[in-house]
């Protein structure tokens, strides 16, 4: 299965708090993890990810966790910030393979509202 | 330094019209695809083009053809459109299969 399923649909977090979302997928083939995160108007951008060889990747305030076993990763955003109030998706996908294989699987997303 | 743009931004379109919608990237990338983003959804694959030449169908093909016009030109048409197409599309490029994939803005397209 190709699935990535990704928790919860909206979440709303006072500012300075911690927002947590997370992704669960079925493919054990998938090597790559990206976030990407999303303005009202704007596409999506690549915010961090990564690679299965590793547990957790901080970049800033933003970190992923990655438990290989369970097939689930998440992110959490560090003292959010009203700034951070967007969309954001969990997505894999198999590293360098063409075709099919290599394309992203996207979940459906979680709208961040952070609350000053 | 412009990424990816797509053209037009808005348009409403008759059931039946027909469209293309525009995308050109100037990365020098050479994988380009189209995505339609419809509320709860996410963001599902319509085609993609791994590189000049070459186009593939992705999860949700039906009532689109592509064509990779250039390395740099990847555009997407509804022959017939109908209501169930009225969504946001974006298009994105990326070096080959290795990401991160670089998106547009997206065109928002509204079929009555």
């Known amino acids: 299965q190709q699935q990535v399923k990704q928790s919860p649909q909206s979440l709303i977090v006072q500012k300075g708090g911690i927002s947590i979302i997370n992704c669960a997928y079925e493919n054990t083939a998938f090597d790559y993890f990206p976030w990407y995160q999303q303005f009202p108007g704007k596409g999506p951008a690549l915010l961090i990810a990564?690679?299965?060889?590793?547990s957790e990747k901080k970049e800033g305030r933003f970190t992923i966790s990655f438990n290989k076993s369970a097939k689930q990763f998440s992110l959490h955003i560090m003292d959010s910030q009203p700034g951070d109030s967007a969309t954001y998706f969990c997505a894999a996908s198999r590293l360098g393979y063409g075709g099919s294989q290599g394309n992203l699987i996207f979940g459906k997303g979680t709208k961040l509202s952070v609350k000053p | 330094n412009a990424g990816v743009t797509q053209t037009p931004k808005f348009q409403v379109l008759k059931t039946g019209q027909s469209m293309t919608l525009q995308c050109a990237q100037d990365m020098n990338h050479n994988s380009m695809y189209w995505y339609r983003q419809d509320p709860g959804m996410g963001l599902r694959l319509i085609y993609y083009s791994a590189s000049e030449g070459t186009t593939d169908k992705g999860e949700v093909p039906n009532g689109y053809n592509v064509s990779r016009l250039n390395k740099r030109e990847f555009s997407l048409r509804l022959e017939s459109a109908a209501p169930s197409q009225t969504s946001v599309y974006f298009c994105?490029?990326?070096?080959?299969?290795?990401?991160?994939?670089?998106f547009g803005d997206g065109t928002r397209l509204s079929i009555l």
């Open positions: 994105a490029s990326s070096t080959y299969n290795y990401q991160p994939q670089h």
């Open positions: 990564i690679r299965p060889d590793v």
